[in-house]
């Protein structure tokens, strides 16, 4: 029941920035975490980034730390990744995702993607 629409994807060059958006509906029982998955063509998906579904924790992988950073906003039910100093190695299909946990990195629902491409 729960559906998650991604935007904001497209093609940028190797230190700019991007902002990817993520709305939800369909939940309004649940308070699940809200994140960002990844997965370039022939790879496994892997996780991004997490938050809270009050937004007072996140978490972010190795790779992207320091350079991503997740939000959400409550009221408009929107999760946003701010990309910047992407690298090549940041192309992918990226997954607006809800979690059950985010110690676990355990997704339950998710969007159809969106494709980020840098270039160098």
């Known amino acids: 029941q729960v559906q998650l629409v991604e935007s904001g994807g497209g093609l940028v060059q190797a230190g700019g920035s991007l902002r990817l958006s993520c709305v939800a509906s369909?939940?309004?029982?649940?308070?699940?975490?809200r994140g960002w998955f990844r997965q370039a063509p022939g790879k496994e998906r892997e996780f991004v980034a997490a938050?809270?579904?009050?937004?007072?924790?996140?978490t972010y992988s190795d790779s992207v730390k320091g350079r991503f950073t997740i939000s959400r906003d409550i009221a408009k039910n929107t999760v946003s990744l701010q990309m910047n100093s992407l690298k090549p190695e940041d192309t992918a299909v990226y997954y607006c995702?809800?979690?059950?946990?985010?110690?676990?990195?355990?997704?339950?629902?998710w969007g159809k993607g969106t494709l980020v491409t840098v270039s160098s």
């Open positions: 995702a809800t979690l059950t946990s985010t110690v676990t990195r355990t997704a339950n629902y």
């Open positions: 369909g939940h309004a029982f649940s308070r699940f975490a």
């Open positions: 938050i809270t579904w009050s937004g007072g924790s996140t």
